[in-house]
């Protein structure tokens, strides 16, 4: 597993009353236990210059989801918002497997993969103390979450989280027919999306920014962008998913 393999991305929309166009990417490293993980982005915040009591919308997927979710638990007060995309809430199998064969071949533990355990005292901890911020969250996964089997292993059920679902009109009738009682979903977003493509899903993308939009505006001072067509054209495809 090479270095760049290793990586997964947390992006934080930070200081969002002066930066609303601009998802700033901290990389966070697998080696490291995912409580670390949750410093690590604090200290990509100071090192890009950021004030770290500015407010911030952290968006995190994959692994990172985790992260971000932990980091704002931890952060309540400075995090306004948080963003989960294609997220192990339930852990990944694949991720112990992983673990155990790279400290088979190269003797190195790697405790982030091992925290994605199903089960873990991590995610334990995690599940426990995700009330605290239940209210801020909103949780986007795909019907094709390839890496999380079964899929709704990445639905985060606990109220007042928001869940919104990539699927098409068949997967989504598939998905009331099976999982409706436990697994409901606040939000439909027409698409076909797999887990590697959905931080470069543009619909994905505009869900992201309108809720950026939307803690801009509670916070009082919203300034004027210019937008670009697409971009407008795509914040428009989310406010109608979203109502």
């Given at each position: 597993?090479?270095?760049?393999?290793r990586k997964m991305r947390a992006q934080v929309a930070a200081n969002v009353r002066h930066h609303p166009d601009e998802l700033a990417t901290v990389t966070?490293?697998?080696?490291?236990?995912?409580?670390?993980?949750?410093?690590?982005?604090?200290?990509g915040l100071l090192r890009q210059g950021r004030d770290p009591g500015d407010p911030v919308v952290l968006v995190g997927?994959?692994?990172?989801?985790?992260?971000?979710l932990r980091y704002a638990i931890d952060?309540?007060?400075?995090?306004e918002q948080v963003v989960t995309v294609g997220t192990p809430w339930r852990g990944a199998r694949l991720a112990g497997l992983t673990t155990d064969v790279a400290h088979a071949?190269?003797?190195r533990d790697l405790p982030a993969l091992r925290d994605m355990r199903p089960g873990s005292p991590f995610l334990t901890a995690l599940w426990h103390d995700i009330g605290l911020i239940a209210d801020r969250v909103t949780n986007i996964y795909s019907t094709h979450e390839v890496l999380i089997s079964p899929y709704v292993n990445a639905h985060i059920d606990v109220a007042a989280v928001t869940?919104?679902?990539?699927?098409?009109?068949?997967?989504?009738e598939a998905h009331?027919?099976?999982?409706?009682?436990?697994?409901?979903?606040?939000?439909?977003?027409n698409a076909r999306v797999s887990h590697l493509g959905e931080m470069n899903s543009p619909l994905v993308r505009s869900v992201?920014?309108?809720?950026?939009?939307?803690?801009?505006?509670?916070?009082g001072d919203r300034p004027t962008v210019d937008r670009t067509r697409q971009d407008r054209t795509d914040r428009d495809a989310a406010d109608d998913a979203l109502g």
């Open positions: 597993m090479n270095a760049e393999h966070l490293i697998q080696d490291f236990k995912e409580e670390r993980l949750a410093e690590h982005i604090r200290a997927h994959s692994q990172g989801g985790l992260a971000v952060h309540p007060e400075q995090v071949l190269t003797g869940n919104v679902l990539i699927a098409s009109d068949s997967e989504y009331l027919r099976t999982h409706l009682d436990r697994y409901s979903i606040d939000v439909l977003l992201i920014w309108q809720l950026v939009d939307q803690v801009d505006e509670r916070l």
